[in-house]
């Protein structure tokens, strides 16, 4: 073969190698392109589907009267707006919606009991991820009705579920307030807790955050149910890696926060623990500070020399070893203040000693020259 013959061979050949590249190169380009639209279309077409605000109660006509008739008729991505009025419903939410109630006084959602189901009753039971609650008085009213059977258990709101958000409630009168089971992620913010026997209860739910809720006992007017046992703020079982940040638990019967052995690394800061039975125990390994701050405690008895509104001494928290290195001298507010007045008991009874020292040491002489004097 002669060398232009084997020249326009190679000629050709790397000419058809350019022209499959291109190809190549514009049927990728063309899947690109269809894939980004279909994403495109997916993403915006859903979101015209699913912004819907589906009513319930109020005057307007077409409004639902059932907050469940609403959530059934929805879909993910919708919201459920609830006018004020009180709703007799045990609801199921297994859909990606915002529950949103008009004022959390006067949205009042009450529990219905289950006889046929050991006299039970969930007012919201979640099984959805990424649900968002607000706005609510939440209630199995096991306080003011007087049920005949103490066995009755009710639960404000069963979460099991990912990426929920509580937020804005009050969740009174249930056997437990809020309760998360193999949940994750959830956000339990700026809550009124009051009144449930236990208020908030995580069993094997890790990287929760409970924050700025008030968590209250009142003691009024309850039945034997409540009385039969103690009562707890917060409960961790087999719970890791939750964020427990200033929140006020107050008057609670039992412990404000109890935490079981199988948990570990969960962070408890900026709380403020007041006229609790017992403040917290806690069997596991966690932090009961951020490194610098930690909570406020009203049976701690140290003082502050330095003014920095941190306790000198840590607090021991009991049933195990974890201890407040840097307890607060005067409740949280999100500033850090010193005590107005204190007592160093120590400082006291020294000076004391030392006063009766000197007082004794300046009247044995003067005992001794009057005595002196008035035998003369």
């Known amino acids: 073969m002669s060398k232009k013959k084997k020249y326009k061979l190679h000629f050709l050949f790397h000419i058809s190698i350019r022209l499959f590249m291109k190809k190549i190169i514009i049927l990728l380009t063309t899947i690109f392109l269809l894939h980004t639209i279909f994403i495109v279309y997916q993403t915006f077409g859903s979101e015209e589907k699913t912004n819907n605000i589906f009513y319930v109660g109020g005057k307007e006509k077409g409004n639902y009267s059932s907050i469940q008739n609403a959530i059934d008729n929805a879909l993910a991505g919708d919201t459920v ?52 609650i607000s706005g609510f008085t939440i209630t199995n009213n096991i306080v003011k009705n007087d049920f005949s059977q103490t066995s009755f258990f009710g639960i404000g709101i069963l979460i099991k579920a990912n990426n929920t958000t509580i937020q804005d409630n009050i969740i009174k009168e249930n056997t437990i307030g809020v309760f998360l089971e193999n949940s994750f992620y959830n956000n339990l913010i ?96 966690n932090s009961w500070d951020n490194g610098k701050y930690g909570n406020y405690w009203d049976d701690y008895n140290e003082i502050d020399k330095n003014n920095d509104g941190v306790g000198d001494k840590p607090y021991k928290i009991p049933n195990g070893d974890n201890q407040d290195f840097y307890p607060l001298m005067m409740p949280y507010d999100g500033t850090f203040r010193i005590k107005e007045f204190y007592v160093d008991y120590t400082s006291v009874f020294t000076m004391l000693v030392i006063g009766m020292v000197l007082v004794i040491i300046f009247l044995i002489p003067i005992a001794y020259f009057w005595n002196k004097k008035t035998k003369k």
């Not at 709703?87 to 949103?100: L, P, Q, R, S």
């Not at 109630?101 to 969930?122: A, C, F, Q, Y």
């Not at 719970?239 to 935490?259: A, E, L, M, R």
């Open 81 to 132: 707006f609830v006018y004020n009025g009180i709703y007799y419903e045990n609801i199921i939410v297994n859909k990606t919606v915002n529950i949103i109630g008009e004022n959390k006084e006067n949205t009042i959602i009450k529990g219905v009991i289950n006889k046929r189901d050991n006299n039970s009753s969930i007012v919201f039971q979640i099984l959805a991820n990424q649900v968002k």
């Open 190 to 285: 700026n809550n009124n807790l009051i009144d449930n026997f236990i208020q908030i209860s995580l069993l094997g739910s890790s990287e929760n955050k409970i924050e700025n809720n008030q968590i209250n006992n009142y003691k009024k007017n309850q039945n034997e149910f409540l009385k039969t046992g103690k009562e707890i703020g917060i409960s961790l079982d087999n719970s890791d890696k939750n964020n427990i940040v200033n929140n006020t638990i107050s008057n609670i019967s039992g412990s404000g926060i109890q935490i079981t052995f199988l948990c570990k690394n969960n962070y408890i800061y900026y709380n403020n623990f007041l006229n609790n039975i017992e403040n917290a125990n806690d069997s596991g390994n």
